[in-house]
């Protein structure tokens, strides 16, 4: 009788941890920023999708898209590794998404390091701008009267940055998908920035907002999520939808952002 007791206690304790992980790595919760911009005519909303890496919120992703319905964005931000490899799943997912987006603002597209680890991206940035989105890949793009610069992962890396960066004035925009490069992004005057990649740091340590691991920072990254201020430049970074080579996420809901863009008076 005592087995029997200590059995069902067994499964239930494990029912309890698979139910705990599933809700915490399948129910998107929407963080939303305010940031107040110098020289800023309107107030803009937009909404950032990140790091989906080819994961569905329901049948064609229908709830992470409500979500965004529910937001009212000007445009949408999709900043980087929107899918995981190259599979016909993962693209197929990827772009019903997008051009399901299309349909709710404009979307605005940077690619992130798994989209260009191989020449698969050639092709796959015809299908994404057929299905509606802008792509910004080292260009600047003029949208609610600001300038919005998208940067590829491998220009951060060889400081192209300053020759895509436009010199006039106005309010400017970065979707860059790497955080650690915030104060390169300060020095190159942008008001703004919207990243990625760092998945919240993965597992994070519960009541503290501290991740474990993120790529490129290693161990106890600094830029996870939240906002970040290095000089007159704002960086808001997305803990993400998906999941990259940790399989789970721990702690760490998947998020959808909202930043509210309002002039600073």
Known sequence: MVWLWVSLGILGG????SLFLALGNNLICTTRHTLKIEGLER??????VSDLHGKSFGKN????????????????????????RYTERNKRVALRLISSLCEIAPVLYIAGNHELRNKGYRFFRRDLMEAGARILDD???????LTVVGLKCSSLKNDKIHSVTPKDKGVKILLAHMPQFIEKYAKAGYDAVLSGHAHGGQWRIPFTHRGIYAPGQGLFPKYTEGVHTCGKTRMVIS???????????????PELITVNLIPEK
Request: with cysteine; hydrophobic share 45%; glycine share 8%.
């Open 14 to 17: 494990v029912l309890l941890i």
């Open 43 to 48: 107030q803009v909303r937009i909404v950032q």
């Open 61 to 84: 992703n229908i709830r992470l898209i409500e979500k965004v319905i529910g937001e009212r964005p000007d445009f949408i931000a999709v900043t980087g590794d929107i899918i995981h």
């Open 139 to 145: 260009c600047p793009h003029t949208i609610c009267d």
């Open 239 to 253: 803990r993400g939808l998906g999941n990259s080579q940790f399989p789970i996420r721990l702690f760490n809901r």
